[in-house]
């Protein structure tokens, strides 16, 4: 078998698809290829056809607009007549180039000579139509008629004749190119078909070679290993047994391959049977070994448990003495607050003394001074206030004269009344005198009564200003020097608390650094017991999973005793040579 070539189902699988592919996609693109060269052929035939009837059916419509036009000629104005005679040219022109374009997209002679003679039946028509448009323009009526019963009838039928025969003969033309097409059409639609069927037979032959090649092979391949299993699964296999391989491919290959492994596992249980005694000699082993160190273990725990409670009514201990020095510490930072308090107390009465003092001091120089200037005022003012006695004076002066002006107009109205009629205005005159003296008169009497109040009201104010300057001095700046000498001895009191409370503090504050001291050895004592307790809690727990881990060494022990046992009783059920 090793001499063999060897087939790759693999490669021959992928050759018939291959193959088969190359067939359809040849076959395919052939066919599309002409079939479609064809298409486009009738395609653009079809086109030049029914351009070729759109240009009849433009010199039809143009050819049937002329005659109205010129009929309708005579009955127009002036102005309309030039726009008709350019619209007609301009059909003219147009049918004109559609029989140029008609003449010139052909290449067959039947075609050629079909427009051809369109052309020249056309021709003819329009040489007579301008002729009549001639007679038209120039007003002969009678040529005209004379010339449209006769000459344009008879070349207008001749014209829709033969419009009438190419129009026919491109219909009949493209009738015909349509056929083609449907036949075009028959034609790609049984190639595919064909090509399906062919498609359909080749994949038949492919699927026939694939169940030759591979799913028997595979079939009979599995027959022998279901033998195989069953004889393993009833614990009668030999390991001699190999598969017989018939097959030089990918399934002998697999076929090969499980023959191997049964070598392989012939040796494998071999080698398992050797171990599986060694691995019983030292299951045995273990499992004593394992029952010396169980004891010795609990042993150990039993003590580590001990040391931990001992541990921790020390740690117990250790807390409550840590909390007692925590707590003193916590009083002696509420004196050092306290202490702080009254120490910035201290200093707020000793700058408010100091403040008071120094504002007594001031406001007695300014009393003192303000109290200078007041007296000389008032003086002065009392000095002023005598010149009120002028007044007196005065309001005499203006009786005086106020009782020699009724003398003057007593002795004017005397001498007036001597007068007679003459003195009349002189007597009103002395009597106006008389009556301004008595005002003047009384006048000056209320004067000197309002003198009089105000001289009596001066006198009042100089005393009582002199009696306030006199309370001022001897009292209220003798107050301030009171208050000056007790913001001192305050100043000086307030100092003494703070010097004291600068003391205390400081003794407040070695208070709090030996308690911070000693709180902190019993933090690390503390700690320290902490961390052995955990240590030796730790150092038991792991001593009772290590008792665990013994006894589940022993159990795994015994469970290796027992697959030991399962190898012996598997091993024994194959036939080794």
Not at 74 to 90: F, G, M, P, V, W
Not at 384 to 402: A, G, H, M, P, R
Not at 509 to 531: R, Y
Request: aromatic share 4%.
């Amino acid at each position: 078998m090793k001499n063999q070539k060897k087939t790759s189902i693999r490669k021959s699988a992928i050759t018939m698809f291959v193959v088969t592919i190359v067939v359809t996609i040849f076959s395919v693109l052939s066919s599309n290829e002409a079939i479609g060269r064809l298409h486009d052929v009738a395609t653009e035939t079809q086109d030049v056809v029914r351009n070729d009837i759109y240009k009849l059916n433009d010199i039809k419509t143009e050819y049937y607009g002329l005659l109205p036009q010129l009929l309708s000629y005579t009955t127009k104005a002036e102005a309309e007549k030039k726009a008709t005679e350019e619209l007609i040219h301009s059909k003219q022109e147009k049918v004109k180039a559609c029989l140029e374009e008609l003449k010139s997209g052909h290449s067959s002679e039947e075609e050629t000579a079909l427009y051809t003679e369109l052309n020249g039946t056309i021709e003819e028509y329009l040489v007579s139509y301008n002729k009549a448009l001639g007679f038209v323009i120039n007003g002969n009526v009678n040529e005209l008629l004379l010339i449209a019963k006769n000459e344009l009838n008879v070349k207008g039928e001749a014209v829709e004749e033969k419009l009438s025969q190419v129009i026919s003969y491109c219909n009949d033309k493209l009738d015909t190119i349509v056929g083609r097409g449907e036949v075009v059409f028959n034609i790609r639609f049984w190639i595919n078909v064909v090509v399906g069927i062919i498609m359909v037979t080749v994949f038949i032959i492919i699927i026939g070679a694939i169940y030759i090649c591979i799913l028997k092979p595979l079939a009979e391949g599995q027959k022998l290993v279901n033998r195989v299993a069953e004889s393993i699964s009833n614990n009668c296999l030999e390991l001699s047994d190999r598969i017989e391989i018939n097959r030089n491919n990918e399934i002998g290959e697999v076929f090969v391959g499980f023959n191997l492994v049964l070598d392989n596992l012939g040796k494998v249980f071999a080698r398992i049977t050797e171990n599986s005694n060694v691995l019983k000699e030292t299951t045995d082993e273990l499992d004593n070994v394992s029952n010396s160190a169980k004891g010795r273990i609990e042993d150990i725990s039993a003590t580590m448990q001990q040391l931990a409670a001992g541990m921790e009514e020390v740690a117990s201990s250790v807390a409550v003495v840590t909390g007692n020095a925590v707590e003193v510490n916590n009083n002696a930072a509420d004196i050092q607050t306290e202490v702080n308090g009254m120490k910035t107390l201290a200093s707020e009465i000793r700058t408010k003394a100091d403040s008071l003092s120094e504002m007594c001091e001031t406001q007695r120089e300014k009393s003192t001074t303000m109290m200078n200037s007041i007296t000389g005022a008032v003086e002065n003012a009392i000095t002023e206030s005598k010149k009120v006695e002028q007044i007196n004076e005065l309001t005499s002066d203006i009786l005086s004269i106020s009782q020699q002006t009724n003398l003057l107009a007593l002795n004017a109205s005397i001498e007036a009344a001597r007068a007679g009629e003459a003195g009349k205005g002189f007597a009103v005159v002395a009597d106006e005198i008389r009556v301004l003296a008595d005002t003047s008169r009384e006048t000056a009497n209320n004067i000197q009564v309002i003198s009089d109040m105000v001289n009596k009201s001066v006198s009042s104010l100089a005393e009582s200003s002199n009696q306030l300057i006199e309370y001022i001095r001897t009292d209220v700046l003798k107050d301030y020097d009171s208050w000056v000498v007790a913001g001192k001895e305050y100043a000086e009191g307030a100092e003494c608390i703070d010097n004291t409370m600068d003391q205390l503090s400081d003794k407040t504050k070695e208070l709090q650094q030996i308690i911070g001291e000693i709180s902190d050895s019993f933090n690390q004592i503390s700690a320290t017991v902490e961390e052995s307790t955990a240590g030796i809690t730790n150092v038991s727990e792991n001593t009772q999973e290590l008792v665990y881990d013994v006894q589940g060494i022993a159990g795994q022990a015994k469970k290796n005793l027992d697959v030991v046992a399962d190898f012996e009783e598997v091993i024994s059920s194959f036939k080794q040579d």
